[in-house]
């Protein structure tokens, strides 16, 4: 009762003392209201918002960083007319993007700016649109709330089905969207990746733990846009979307360099590589200007792997675009793992997930290349079944940085685990802290753990 009191007490000073410096003293005004907006009295601070945006506007960008919370919180909570809520919080926002630039992250407010004219229908469903396509043209490094991602694929299918955008525009809006949430996803997982590494090593930090949880959080929100994407935009993406739509003026493009680059881009990211269309296209432009990506595309549709090989490594030295690295590094990985070349896939397959970090598939392939090589790796049964330890730590590694793989990765790091030695082995061979390097195409150590 005496907390209760003192409260009450503290409010009436407050609301007293900010009454008094409501005949022009702003500094006091904004100081008794940040204090009400810091102990979240939203309620109290609300009374005096309106007197300091009338009598003090240009005093402290805070009155409208506090005003954000403060509208936000009136709407969750059905507090007075949502309307006027609404219209105060887009104030709010567009007060600190129009005038403190300097303050504040602009994007992530326009992103946010967005999503309230689209949760509270302000504006047409044009005007939401095309006011978050701007935002992520301007600023795209900063656009990755995946809230603010998913409402701008929202509005591009809308405005597709309401025929605002034909099929071409919704491709090119999915085409920039997915590459950047992949270079975002990379980012992260790149992160990880080195944080496993240490924490292999033994020399990770408690600090450096919780970093890879909070990246893994984000790598799993940007794993459930890209479904929900690839669930709506991406399944008008595919071949037979594409291969129609882009036959048809192939003739009269066949000439066209810019046409050609942008047709083999969408039908490569699309595994639309054995249609007429795209054979066609890589022939025509590898015709006008010979280059590492018409090398690719040859590659992809040679018919002997050496031909493969040599058309996939001329593309790299050629230097294609980044996000086909990946791709050339994965492909070259599968023939050699095929092949039984287990030490040079390994290799090919590490520089795919190095060129793509959220690329966990790598991982996965060379845990179970480890494991088919249990009777080949070690000295004894027990080293023999101890190379299954790097295979789960290789499962793990792809579960960590790729979400959508992350159940059957964990699955496999348990079966791995499973065959390797038990406690009860550990015991009786006396291995329990030993390093055991193995000296096969393999190539890693692994520390026996303590039971």
Not at 91 to 118: F, H, P, S, W
Not at 288 to 308: C, D, R
């Amino acid at each position: 009762m005496k907390l209760k009191n003192t409260i009450l007490f503290s409010l009436v000073v407050l609301g007293f003392a900010f009454a008094k410096a409501q005949s022009g003293d702003c500094n006091t005004m904004l100081s008794i209201y940040a204090e009400n907006a810091k102990a979240k009295n939203y309620d109290e601070a609300y009374k005096q918002l309106g007197q300091l945006v009338q009598n003090c506007p240009d005093a402290s960008p805070a009155i409208y960083q506090y005003g954000e919370r403060i509208y936000e919180h009136r709407l969750k909570k059905k507090i007075g007319d949502q309307n006027e809520n609404v219209k105060g919080l887009m104030n709010m926002l567009e007060t600190q993007i129009n005038k403190y630039a300097d303050k504040i992250n602009v994007t992530k407010k326009k992103v946010e700016l967005g999503r309230v004219m689209y949760k509270y229908k302000q504006g047409t469903q044009s005007d939401q649109f095309n006011y978050l396509n701007e935002t992520f043209t301007s600023g795209k490094e900063d656009f990755t709330d995946p809230n603010g991602l998913i409402t701008y694929f929202k509005l591009a299918e809308k405005e597709y089905k309401a025929n605002a955008l034909n099929l071409e525009d919704l491709f090119n809006v999915y085409d920039a969207l997915t590459e950047h949430l992949d270079n975002v996803s990379n980012e992260r997982s790149k992160i990880v990746s080195e944080l496993l590494d240490k924490e292999a090593e033994g020399t990770i930090t408690e600090d450096e733990k919780k970093n890879i949880e909070n990246q893994e959080k984000n790598l799993k929100n940007y794993g459930i846009v890209m479904k929900s994407v690839n669930g709506t935009i991406g399944s008008l993406a595919d071949c037979d979307n594409l291969i129609p739509l882009y036959s048809k003026d192939f003739d009269a493009n066949k000439s066209n360099m810019s046409w050609l680059k942008n047709v083999l881009g969408r039908l490569q990211k699309k595994d639309c590589t054995e249609s007429e269309l795209y054979v066609n296209s890589v022939k025509a432009l590898h015709e006008l200007q010979p280059s590492a990506m018409t090398a690719y595309g040859l590659g992809n549709i040679a018919k002997t792997n050496a031909e493969k090989l040599k058309y996939w490594d001329e593309a790299l030295s050629l230097g294609i675009d980044q996000k086909y690295v990946a791709n050339i590094h994965y492909k070259k990985a599968e023939l050699l793992r095929k092949q039984g070349s287990f030490g040079k896939a390994k290799r090919e397959y590490i520089l795919a997930n190095q060129a793509k970090p959220s690329f966990g598939l790598p991982f996965l392939r060379i845990a179970g290349m480890v494991a088919q090589s249990t009777n080949s790796c070690g000295n004894t049964p027990f080293e023999k079944r101890a190379v299954n330890w790097i295979a789960a730590r290789y499962a793990n590694k792809a579960a960590s940085v790729d979400p959508t793989l992350r159940s059957t990765a964990a699955k496999a790091a348990a079966s791995y685990n499973g065959v390797a030695p038990s406690n009860q082995d550990i015991f009786l061979a006396g291995m329990a802290g030993k390093r055991i390097t193995f000296s096969c195409w393999v190539g890693e150590s692994v520390t026996v753990p303590t039971p």
